[in-house]
């Protein structure tokens, strides 16, 4: 069993930082890919970023060069550096890993990007 716990969303103002991060428990955290999406009031769930078990990296188009999905196994954690953050950046950000037939997701943590 996967638990996944998001952290680190809040209201920034336009042009700010925030780094997402997601605690996994259980074992066999650094063998699996792992996952960032966000989900808009109103849209669909969509993919942010990837990241493998080898530190191999994805971006959706909308999030290359502000957006850097890392990884501390150690810590059994993954993170998502968002920079530059703009209002259309608004959603609920969600952790993802899959597993086989087994498919988990965090809770969300909300980031909010408003004056």
């Known amino acids: 069993q996967v638990q996944l716990v998001e952290s680190g969303g809040g209201l920034v103002q336009p042009g700010g930082s925030l780094r997402l991060s997601c605690a996994a428990t259980?074992?066999?955290?650094?063998?699996?890919?792992m996952g960032w999406y966000r989900q808009a009031p109103g849209k669909q769930r969509e993919l942010v970023a990837t990241?493998?078990?080898?530190?191999?990296?994805n971006y959706a188009d909308s999030a290359k060069g502000r957006f850097t999905i890392s990884r501390d196994n150690a810590k059994n954690t993954v993170y998502l550096q968002i920079n530059s953050l703009k209002p259309e950046d608004t959603a609920v950000y969600y952790c993802?890993?899959?597993?086989?037939?087994?498919?988990?997701w965090g809770q969300g943590t909300q980031v909010t990007v408003s004056s």
């Open positions: 259980g074992s066999g955290f650094s063998l699996y890919a």
């Open positions: 990241i493998t078990s080898r530190y191999v990296t």
């Open positions: 993802n890993t899959n597993r086989g037939i087994y498919n988990y």
